[in-house]
Nanobody
Framework: QVQLVESGGGLVQAGGSLRLSCAAS?????MGWFRRPPGKGREFAAAISWSGSTTDYADSVKGRFTISRDNAKNTVYLEMNSLKPEDTAVYYC??????????????????WGQGTQVTVSS
């Protein structure tokens, strides 16, 4: 069983930066970040394999967001730069026991955090 706790959300002006963290209990494999914009469904943002050798980004965040992990701390990070108002969403950390990355579908993840709000003002 893996429990996930996100932190680091908040209010930031457009063009600013935020760093999200997700601390995991247990030994998570693949980890990812999803987000749910206001009035919309949950969407994939970024993911990273257990070794960190494979990363994947949604086109909407590629070049602005960076996912990384520290396995010694069982923590995954999402560095978000050049934030835009359309990045406003509840951000969720997700994890699975598999170590190899196999795709963006939310159904591939067994464990989810409670979410952290990110609001980008224009």
């Amino acid at each position: 069983q893996v429990q996930l706790v996100e932190s680091g959300g908040g209010l930031v002006q457009a063009g600013g930066s935020l760093r999200l963290s997700c601390a995991a209990s247990g030994r998570p494999g693949v980890m990812g970040w999803f987000r749910r914009p206001p009035g919309k469904g949950r969407e994939f943002a970024a993911a990273i394999s257990w070794s960190g050798s494979t990363t994947d980004y949604a086109d909407s965040v590629k070049g602005r967001f960076t996912i990384s992990r520290d396995n010694a701390k069982n923590t995954v990070y999402l560095e978000m730069n050049s934030l835009k108002p359309e990045d406003t969403a509840v951000y969720y950390c997700a994890a699975d026991s598999k170590r190899s990355y196999s795709g963006r579908q939310s159904s591939r993840y067994s464990y989810w955090g409670q979410g952290t709000q990110v609001t980008v003002s224009s």
